[in-house]
């Protein structure tokens, strides 16, 4: 049984919970725009960090180490840079152009659709309604795809916020790794004793989550990006690196993260064939399951300790509230927020 004292204390730490959630989720905009280089850094550590680990393996300084690191990335953007990146604006714009058109032949699509509805023997009353839902989720889709495409397209074109949050992040990366016994010895030392082992034990389990996901997540979108894009040019797909780099991200998302990945492929290929629609559902069936067999096995060694039910849920959760970002980021959170969770409850009872 647990004591007043103890069940005060828990009361007023969810209590505290709560409000921090609800603080973090009416201001998530502007905190967003704040910690965007942090977390960015956070994710360049655990990239950078293993290289630097072996390099100082062979007695070279952690600072000289971070710094070759540093130049190798630098040197493989500046190629990415020179020789993708304009593909892929190019890639877009295209595809926006391409919209109106591209929208024209689905409303065609649907307005057969109708016309057979209109010809059927079904009663009046569930034509309209059939003919509202159609309507209304036409408007829908063709909003969502224009406000997104032109979204990332922004997003691509104004590089300099990109390159100033990606140079500071990787400026805090670098203090990240090269002081990061110091930071250690300076959160332990704001901990009171009888708590810092917990809490120690906590901080490895966390870290552990994120090097998995972060590491294990990320190289597997690469790979399974560039198979798509590889495979979509095969089937002359039009806008295969835009579409490819779509579904290697939304990889990242668990379950749901394929689909939505291979939606914008395949809606695309339909509108020059069925044909070519059905190659390239085969295309992203085929890849999700080599990565389902290969290549998450292979490179994703460990899990982050979730349920599927509990995963899906944070999923839909992330998503409903956070949008393409909360989903992507929802399995890592939940499952630092589990760990947390435990450990206190373990502390306390």
Do not use: C
């Amino acid at each position: 049984m647990l004591s007043k004292r103890k069940l005060l204390f828990l009361a007023i730490l969810l209590i505290i919970l709560i409000l921090v959630l609800l603080f973090v989720y009416n201001y998530r905009r502007k905190i967003g725009r704040v910690i965007s280089p942090f977390f960015l850094a956070i994710v360049i550590s655990y990239l950078v960090h293993p290289l630097v680990i072996k390099l100082e393996e062979k007695k070279i300084p952690r600072t000289t180490g971070i710094i070759l690191v540093y130049s190798g990335i630098l040197l493989v953007s500046a190629v990415i840079i020179v020789f993708i990146v304009p593909e892929l604006i190019d890639n877009t714009k295209q595809l926006i152009n391409a919209l109106p058109d591209i929208i024209s032949e689905y409303q065609k699509l649907f307005n057969n659709i109708i016309s057979s509805v209109r010809k059927s023997r079904l009663p009046d009353e569930i034509k309209e309604v059939m003919f509202k839902e159609i309507d209304t989720g036409t408007e829908v889709i063709q909003n969502y795809i224009v406000g997104n495409l032109k979204k990332a397209l922004a997003g691509l074109v104004d590089t300099l916020t990109v390159i100033f949050d990606i140079l500071l992040a990787m400026v805090i990366a670098y203090y990240f790794i090269k002081d990061s016994d110091l930071f250690k010895s300076i959160v332990l030392s704001l901990i009171p004793k009888k708590w810092r082992k917990g809490i120690a034990l906590t901080g490895k389990e966390i870290h552990f989550v994120l090097l998995n996901f972060i590491q294990g997540q990320l190289l597997t979108a690469l790979i399974i990006g560039f198979m798509e894009v590889v495979g979509l040019i095969l089937l002359k797909v039009k806008y295969p690196l835009v579409l490819g780099l779509i579904g290697g991200i939304a990889n990242v998302i668990p379950y749901f993260g394929p689909i939505i990945g291979a939606i914008p492929a395949v809606a695309i290929a339909l509108v020059d064939s069925p044909l070519k629609a059905v190659w390239t559902v085969i295309l992203f069936v085929a890849v999700q399951q080599i990565d389902n067999v290969i290549i998450t096995p292979k490179i994703v060694e460990g899990r982050v300790g979730l349920h599927p039910v509990a995963t899906i849920m944070a999923v839909l959760i992330g998503g409903e509230f956070f949008g393409i970002t909360g989903m992507l980021v929802a399995v890592p959170a939940t499952a630092i927020l589990r760990i947390i969770v435990r450990r206190a409850i373990e502390t306390l009872v």
